[in-house]
């Protein structure tokens, strides 16, 4: 398996609203990672786990809570989101070494907030 | 994190080279130079990387100038699926857990 999985593929929902994305991979890789992508911009990294704890945080709100159950899933719980988080959120892993790897990307998972 | 240029955009012709390039003048020695692309509403996806010498997979060539302050993705036969935003990054060696994009090249490909 070489493949990150994200679900849901689509997701909306409301201000009030407490919802769950999550990211899934089995390819052994001790780092995983959420990144944000608005539309015509690249990536912008806003979590990292390494060994399953929490190893980068970038500034991000904390209406965003990221999770690391274990080392195949990753979770970004939302609760009380702003329209302007309306975005494609991207989950990654990777091997934990010096650089000698690429990322593996998921399929995003493209959050509208109403 | 070193900076990477790169043009916004690109052109080319279906199944003639591209040759993409990247100026990243502040890389140091324990920088890898990775390029990722990012085809329309999936998420990016690994090329191809290299430290100092030129490098190819069976998707592209990564070539590297000798003082490694730019270095050239090459796509040896352009197909209408290339067509992407090909984004080239620095990753420090060591850390293995920061990847920062830049704004990368908007490849359009012509049939």
């Known amino acids: 398996d070489t493949e990150v999985t994200q679900t849901p593929k689509h997701l909306v929902m409301g201000m009030t609203n407490k919802k769950s994305l999550k990211c899934e991979q089995h390819?052994?890789?001790?780092?995983m990672y959420w990144y944000k992508q608005k539309a015509k911009k690249p990536p912008e990294l806003m979590f990292v786990?390494?060994?399953?704890?929490?190893?980068i945080n970038e500034s991000v709100p904390s209406r965003f809570s990221p999770e690391c159950p274990n080392s195949s899933l990753l979770n970004l719980h939302l609760h009380a989101l702003q329209p302007e988080d309306s975005a494609l959120y991207l989950c990654?892993?990777?091997?934990?070494?010096?650089?000698?790897?690429?990322?593996?990307f998921g399929s995003g998972t493209r959050l509208t907030v109403v | 994190d070193a900076k990477t240029t790169q043009p916004n955009s690109m052109e080319s012709n279906e199944e003639e080279p591209v040759h993409l390039p990247c100026n990243h003048s502040?890389?140091?020695?324990?920088?890898?130079i990775h390029w990722y692309r990012q085809l329309p509403s999936q998420g990016p996806e690994y090329v191809i990387h290299?430290?100092?010498s030129n490098v190819n997979n069976r998707m592209a060539s990564l070539a590297i100038a000798e003082d490694r302050k730019s270095s050239t993705l090459i796509l040896h036969r352009a197909t209408l699926r290339d067509a992407a935003v090909y984004y080239c990054?620095?990753?420090?060696?060591?850390?293995?857990?920061?990847?920062?994009f830049g704004e990368g090249t908007q490849l359009t490909v012509n049939p």
């Open positions: 990654a892993s990777s091997q934990i070494g010096r650089g000698v790897n690429g990322y593996t």
């Open positions: 390819m052994g890789h001790r780092a």
């Open positions: 786990y390494s060994y399953e704890k929490l190893s």
């Open positions: 502040t890389i140091s020695g324990t920088d890898y």
């Open positions: 290299g430290l100092t």
């Open positions: 990054i620095l990753r420090v060696r060591t850390s293995g857990s920061r990847l920062t």
